[in-house]
C-alpha cells in the first residue's frame, strides 16, 4: 500500500473509533467504547505508517 492509501485508512479508522467511542459514552457501553478506543489507535498507527512511507519516497 501507498503513503495515501496509509493515510486514508488511517483517517477513517480515526473517525469510526470516534464514533464508536461515542457511542459507547452515550449508552455508557464499556464494551463499545474499547472497540473505539482500539480502532482509533489503529488508524492513529496507519496514518504514521503513510507519513514514514511518504518520508522515506514509498519504498517500503
Known amino acids: 500500500?501507498?503513503?495515501l492509501t496509509d493515510k486514508?485508512?488511517?483517517y477513517a479508522n480515526e473517525a469510526a473509533g470516534?464514533?464508536?467511542r461515542a457511542v459507547g459514552d452515550a449508552t455508557n457501553d464499556p464494551e463499545i467504547?474499547?472497540?473505539g478506543n482500539?480502532?482509533?489507535a489503529?488508524?492513529?498507527l496507519q496514518?504514521?505508517?503513510g507519513a514514514v512511507k511518504g518520508?522515506?519516497?514509498n519504498d517500503i
Request: proline letters at 0%; hydrophobic letters at 30%.
Open 1 to 3: 500500500m501507498g503513503e
Open 8 to 10: 486514508t485508512k488511517g
Open 18 to 20: 470516534k464514533v464508536k
Open 33 to 35: 467504547r474499547a472497540e
Open 38 to 40: 482500539a480502532q482509533e
Open 42 to 44: 489503529k488508524g492513529d
Open 47 to 49: 496514518k504514521a505508517k
Open 55 to 57: 518520508a522515506l519516497g
